[in-house]
Nanobody, 125 residues
Framework: QVQLVESGGGLVQAGGSLRLSCTAS????????MGWFRQAPGKEREFVAA????????YFPDSTKGRFTIWRDNAKNTVYLQMSSLKPEDTAVYFC??????????????????WGRGTQVTVSS
């Protein structure tokens, strides 16, 4: 089992950048696929980015591709989300999620079994 805690959210102006972190406690972090999702008020949860256990593969939807970057430091049990060129429509609660343990697959768009509590990101226009 793994517990996830997000940090780094806040208020930023449109066009700005923000880096989110998600630190995991528990065993075998390096064997989990990791993802970021977001949910804005009145909207469904949306996939934002994901990275495979080995960091060899990353995934982004069209809405974040080219603006967001994801990477992980398995020695620190942490996954990061760097968000650039932020837009007001990026405003949401951002959640970190883990899929595993021992998930070496490449389908990381859904199926996560552990979730953090989220961190608020607000982008002002």
């Amino acid at each position: 089992q793994v517990q996830l805690v997000e940090s780094g959210g806040g208020l930023v102006q449109a066009g700005g950048s923000l880096r989110l972190s998600c630190t995991a406690s528990g065993r075998d972090f390096s064997t989990y696929g990791m993802g970021w999702f977001r949910q804005a008020p009145g909207k469904e949860r949306e996939f934002v980015a994901a990275i495979s256990w080995s960091a060899g593969n990353t995934y982004f939807p069209d809405s974040t591709k080219g603006r967001f970057t994801i990477w992980r430091d398995n020695a620190k049990n942490t996954v990061y989300l760097q968000m650039s060129s932020l837009k007001p429509e990026d405003t949401a609660v951002y959640f970190c999620a883990a899929k595993g343990p021992n998930y070496s697959g490449t389908y990381l768009y859904s199926g996560y079994n552990y979730w953090g509590r989220g961190t608020q990101v607000t982008v002002s226009s």
